[in-house]
């Protein structure tokens, strides 16, 4: 097939940025440069090969729950409006290579198949992640969902709405799988939760995981651990039946995957841009792509560094991908940003059960070659003589000797989930659980104890750091 080629600036002389990727960080980094850089001095050119952007990712649960009623509600800004502000986004295109030495990317028009190649004086790679199929018979059988971007979303509700029956497998209990779980529950289906570990939410320590078990359970979830799915059996029609185990069947009508994600760096991969251990994209602090002046990477494609470990992680959040994107479109434009790295915050909810975690988790904290102290507390949301407090339990974990503050997982009900956001801010100071006993926290009965749970963990493990 003959190609035809679109020339840098079409032969204007102005710079072109051309964007691989249209949701959180792809269109942040857009967005951004064009604020600071007019039409007339930065073409921009944006590839999505879905037919959404700027979405939240993390809406999706939600939105297939039925908490949120409309598909529109998770679009922060349309396609619509960014070309209204001077954005040349072409949907339902597809980028299929990256000529780094050329400065150029082919691009597939996912409908018609046409082909054609677009040069670019920078480049802003935002391909995000891709769910994790498992390798095995029956993966890609109708009826089988993974659940990353609103084209799946919408997939994953036709075949609910046409569903004869109403029996769902969730496999894993990470987030997504717990939050689909749920929302499969709202639907009015009967859910079981697959999951190798010995407990969901394996961004917790098992310990703190068994308490999202048994709310799980409570919810009416049947919760299989410590179960590797061997197959996905089919009926006559093609469609998923079963999910199977070395020890057992799980009827199904529909099964959703909530085994992860990786990061969508294939294309990366292919033009020999650099990747790190999770198979991310490797960037500096601007998030331009190690060795390449002119190359940018952002969202759930990168690795990015961990403040406490100082070691590399991936994390696929859209509060990491938005602030990306802000870093790059900043840069492109001719300013000046910088992305230091995270500690790992993240919060999800079973129903009314909030979970919460930053920092590292007691494996985190051994791979590391960390010495260490955890303490456990159980406390209340409200002052205990005060109506709708309920039971909270923190976990923390400090470093033996100087008392850093290494990590915070809270598990609990209504005003738990973002108590975590104290430790963050904690864990990004590289404060002391001592200094943190001084913290200067709001009171008042409707809101909290006297003590706040969180300086209560920190007040125990000060004391044990200490060796009182």
């Known amino acids: 097939m003959s190609l035809s080629e679109s020339v840098r600036g079409g032969g204007s002389g102005r710079e072109r940025l051309v964007v691989v990727g249209g949701d959180a960080a792809g269109m942040s980094a857009a967005s951004r440069a064009r604020r600071l850089k007019g039409p007339g001095e930065l073409e921009i050119v944006a590839f999505e090969r879905g037919h959404f952007t700027s979405y939240s990712a993390c809406g999706i649960p939600y939105w297939v729950g039925g908490d949120v009623p409309d598909r529109d509600d998770l679009v922060a800004r349309t396609p619509e409006e960014h070309r209204a502000r001077g954005i040349d986004l072409r949907l339902r295109t597809e980028v299929t290579e990256i000529d780094v030495p050329g400065q150029r990317v082919r691009a597939r028009d996912v409908d018609s198949g046409a082909e054609s190649w677009t040069s670019y004086d920078k480049l802003v790679i935002a391909t995000g992640a891709r769910p994790i199929r498992p390798d095995m018979p029956g993966a890609d059988a109708d009826g089988v969902h993974g659940v990353q971007t609103l084209d799946d979303g919408q997939e994953l509700i036709d075949t609910l709405t046409r569903a004869r029956g109403r029996r769902a497998v969730v496999v894993g209990a990470g987030y997504i799988g717990v939050e689909m779980a749920e929302a499969l529950i709202n639907r009015g289906y009967e859910v079981t939760v697959v999951n190798r570990g010995s407990e969901p939410m394996s961004t917790l320590d098992a310990d703190m995981g068994r308490l999202v078990h048994e709310a799980m359970e409570g919810l009416g979830i049947t919760m299989v651990n410590d179960a590797e799915v061997t197959k996905l059996l089919t009926g006559d029609d093609g469609r998923v039946r079963a999910v199977v185990t070395d020890d057992a069947e799980y009827p199904a009508d529909v099964v959703v995957l909530g085994l992860g994600v990786r990061p969508e760096t294939s294309l990366a991969e292919a033009a020999g841009l650099p990747l790190g251990a999770h198979r991310g994209l490797l960037t500096d602090l601007a998030m331009r792509v190690r060795g390449h002046e002119n190359i940018w990477a952002g969202g759930d494609c990168v690795e990015v560094l961990d403040l406490v470990s100082g070691r590399e992680r991936h994390i696929a959040l859209g509060t990491h991908a938005n602030k990306h994107g802000q870093v790059i479109g900043t840069n492109v434009g001719g300013g000046y940003a910088t992305f230091p790295g995270v500690v790992g915050t993240a919060v999800s909810k079973v129903c009314d059960l909030e979970i919460a975690r930053t920092g590292l988790r007691e494996k985190d904290a051994r791979r590391a070659g960390l ?93 044990k750091v200490r060796g009182d």
């Open 371 to 463: 010495r260490f102290e955890t303490v456990t507390v159980e406390s209340t949301s409200r002052a205990g003589y005060y109506p709708g407090a309920s039971p909270m339990t923190v976990k923390m974990l400090a470093e033996r000797r100087t008392g850093r503050l290494l990590g915070v997982q809270i598990v609990g009900r209504e005003g738990a989930a973002k108590r975590v956001d104290i430790a963050a801010v904690a864990l990004t100071a590289g404060m002391t659980v001592e200094q943190m006993t001084a913290l200067d926290l709001g009171y008042a009965p409707p809101f909290s104890p006297v003590w706040d749970p969180v300086l209560v963990a920190a007040r125990k493990a000060a004391a």
